[in-house]
């Protein structure tokens, strides 16, 4: 099984599946579609005769019961994109085989060392073998590893017939790292009872809760006049924005915060002495909580407009998705069943929130209930992403368990 899940990763890396924030189609990037007719097609050649590809990119396939039984419908879902926060493209995995526990040299030129010493985590992968970039992509392990597991275990159960099993399902979409993953999944045509993303980080992640998010620009009019003659005049755009950010709460950032603490990051800011815009993203666990800081974000811009006048500052806020503990909590035993699944493979389960969003986030709110299991992956969106081949074999036997203890 190790060595498919290599192969087939690999295969799934080398294609570029960015997907993009500023495009207005679905999926965002056309490159996407690659990936996802791949998969479509690999899943027709396993045999799985219903396996449907839609005008939006989303794969959907049933490997139909075997158990004789009608017992509930499994569903298992997976995105294909990868972040716009670094290239995509021509990536170059490498693999590290044996790892020692210490430094590991990504990129000699350009000095990059992923250090036990920054990264603690990796310690624990001592003895494995770890699938790294090489410092100038992404490696696409968030949420590539996810599609692995699926794909292998469906193929493992097809070309396995003595295992028995009820309905399962499987999905693929695009454009969950922009918020969109699910804007067009049809959750009745996908007739899953309901579902589990593989879409988590290290070992035995298991995640039913997760933040409230939202988006805010802010679009900033400044007044630009010819810098001799300024005096009284001129309104800096790019002041006021700095201004602007340095009213939010200090320590009220990702990066002094964790477990159930809530942020405001500040992630793009661009502009000019005449115009200028900030994008923010929103997080909280506590829905009370994350209403209040919308207000915050709020009070922000109209104080801003009383000291620069008004119309200088406006706010655009949308809700991007909700916490799905609300829904998933009163059927609680789908949760049971992903943890026994896990402790029956020897592994600790790690049931915390999710300091971000999964599709399941959405999805639990359009009545697909979805809690997210571990993919093995980490540090995704950077330069230093890694993957242990150990951690997704152990995500697609986490798969196999789930659906032999539902047969």
């Not at 490159?31 to 219903?50: I, N, P, S, T, Y």
Request: contains cysteine; aromatic residues 10%; proline residues 5%.
């Amino acid at each position: 099984m190790k060595e498919n899940i290599k192969t087939r990763f690999l295969r799934y890396v080398s294609l570029d599946t960015q997907s993009d924030d500023s495009s207005e189609t679905c999926p965002s990037t056309a490159k996407q579609l690659v990936m996802l007719r791949m998969l479509h097609e690999e899943l027709k050649a396993f045999g799985l005769a219903d396996a449907s590809i839609d005008d939006n990119g989303y794969v959907m396939a049933t490997l139909p019961a075997n158990n004789g039984k009608s017992g509930p419908a499994i569903g298992f879902v997976a995105h294909v994109d990868t972040s716009p926060d670094m290239p995509g493209e021509n990536v170059k995995p490498q693999f590290i085989e044996n790892y020692d526990g210490g430094d590991i040299l990504i990129n000699e030129e350009l000095k990059l060392v992923l250090s036990p010493a920054e990264f603690p985590e990796i310690r624990q992968y001592a003895g494995q073998t770890l699938i790294v970039t090489d410092g100038t992509t992404l490696l696409g392990a968030d949420d590539k590893a996810g599609v692995t597991e699926i794909m292998t275990a469906v193929e493992y159960l097809v070309n396995h017939p003595e295992i028995k099993h009820g309905p399962i399902k499987v999905g693929f979409t695009p454009d969950e790292e922009i918020g969109r993953g699910v804007d067009h999944f049809d959750v009745k045509k996908f007739g899953a009872d309901w579902a589990y993303t593989m879409d988590g980080g290290e070992v035995g992640e298991l995640e039913f809760e997760n933040f409230n998010a939202a988006f805010a620009k802010v679009n900033i009019q400044g007044r630009n006049i010819h810098p001799g003659y300024a005096k009284g005049k001129m309104k800096n755009a790019l002041l006021m924005g700095m201004e602007f950010n340095a009213l939010l709460p200090v320590f009220d950032r990702p990066e002094f915060t964790q477990d159930y603490e809530g942020f405001f990051h500040i992630v793009k800011m661009e502009g000019t002495v005449e115009k200028a815009s900030i994008q923010y993203i929103i997080r909280d666990h506590n829905r009370t909580l994350f209403e209040k800081r919308k207000e915050t974000i709020q009070q922000c811009a109209d104080f801003m407009n009383v000291r620069y006048g008004e119309g200088c500052f406006t706010l655009e806020l949308k809700d991007q998705y909700y916490n799905m503990r609300e829904k998933v909590e009163p059927v609680y035993h789908i949760v049971e069943t992903a943890r026994l699944a896990m402790e029956a493979l020897g592994i600790e389960p790690k049931i915390k929130p999710i300091r971000g969003g999964t599709d399941g986030s959405r999805l639990s709110y359009m009545g697909l209930l979805c809690p997210n299991i571990f993919a093995g992956g980490h540090n995704f969106h950077g330069k230093f992403e890694f993957v242990p081949l150990e951690s997704m074999e152990k995500a697609t036997q986490v798969i196999l368990k789930i659906v032999e203890l539902n047969a």
